[in-house]
């Protein structure tokens, strides 16, 4: 891929980063440009993956928060489809997940029910409140989708998705898709989210075998 093709969702950099590199590789020869890609291949061998690594800029994270586990098996049956269409896929509940990791990640799709009187599911409680928190970091890396499931005969119908997406937008995380909200007969509605989900993110995150990894 010509490095003027590249963004923060298709490589492991942001945009200053990418600004920084292509500016500098302007000014090297060829010659120069073969040296670096040598020296910078030694050092990538030399790396040490740590437990503690972020995700994979092109890694789609699914972030489940399930208080019946409704929202967990719309995940990972999204995860699957995802996983054949050969995109590098994440499934795990948002109780597994530390809230402060968000800023590293690039590609999340949200799947949270609510419950009782708006309240998010027990699981999804500490990622909400961290996001709402007011000293919330800004996440202008982060591009999302969310999916809501709910119960219409409440008044505060998918409240929880509705937060979240819109919390999210104000800390200047990127939308790719309208928040969904379904009700109790959500099998439709998920189907068609988890369709357009298919179609944006093939627009968005490079293709790469890999093996779906569901955390509990």
Same mark, same amino acid.
């Given at each position: 891929?010509?490095?003027?093709?590249?963004?923060? &969702?298709?490589?492991?950099?942001?945009?200053?980063?990418?600004?920084?590199?292509?500016?500098?590789?302007?000014?090297?020869?060829?010659?120069?440009?073969?040296?670096?890609?040598?020296?910078?291949?030694?050092?990538?061998?030399?790396?040490?993956?740590?437990?503690?690594?972020?995700?994979?800029?092109?890694?789609?994270?699914?972030?489940?928060?399930?208080?019946?586990?409704?929202?967990?098996?719309? @995940?990972?049956?999204?995860?699957?489809?995802?996983?054949?269409?050969? /995109?590098?896929?994440?499934?795990?509940?948002?109780?597994?997940?530390?809230?402060?990791?968000?800023?590293?990640?690039? /590609?999340?799709?949200?799947?949270?029910?609510?419950?009782?009187?708006? %309240?998010?599911?027990?699981?999804?409680?500490?990622?909400?409140?961290?996001?709402?928190?007011?000293?919330?970091?800004?996440?202008?890396? &982060?591009?999302?989708?969310?999916?809501? &499931?709910?119960?219409?005969?409440?008044?505060?119908?998918?409240?929880? +998705?509705?937060?979240?997406?819109?919390?999210? @937008? %104000?800390?200047?995380?990127?939308?790719? &898709?309208?928040?969904?909200?379904?009700?109790?007969?959500? +099998? +439709?509605?998920?189907?068609?989210?988890?369709?357009?989900?298919?179609? *944006?993110? @093939?627009? /968005?995150?490079? @293709? *790469?075998?890999?093996?779906? +990894?569901?955390?509990?």
């Amino acid at each position: 891929m010509a490095l003027t093709h590249l963004n923060a &969702l298709t490589s492991p950099l942001d945009d200053r980063q990418l600004h920084a590199l292509q500016t500098a590789l302007k000014e090297l020869s060829p010659t120069q440009i073969a040296w670096v890609s040598g020296y910078l291949a030694g050092v990538s061998r030399d790396a040490v993956p740590t437990a503690a690594a972020p995700t994979p800029a092109g890694t789609i994270s699914l972030f489940y928060g399930s208080q019946t586990g409704n929202a967990k098996a719309v @995940a990972e049956r999204l995860g699957e489809r995802l996983l054949g269409q050969e /995109l590098d896929v994440q499934v795990r509940s948002m109780g597994d997940f530390g809230p402060r990791r968000l800023t590293k990640e690039r /590609l999340v799709l949200f799947l949270v029910s609510t419950h009782g009187e708006g %309240e998010p599911p027990d699981s999804a409680r500490a990622l909400h409140a961290f996001i709402h928190d007011p000293r919330a970091p800004r996440l202008e890396q &982060l591009s999302y989708a969310v999916l809501g &499931l709910g119960n219409s005969s409440y008044e505060h119908f998918c409240r929880t +998705a509705v937060e979240f997406d819109r919390r999210l @937008a %104000e800390l200047g995380a990127r939308r790719i &898709l309208p928040v969904q909200c379904c009700d109790l007969d959500y +099998a +439709a509605d998920s189907e068609r989210w988890s369709a357009d989900v298919l179609e *944006r993110l @093939a627009q /968005l995150a490079p @293709a *790469r075998p890999s093996k779906l +990894a569901t955390l509990a």
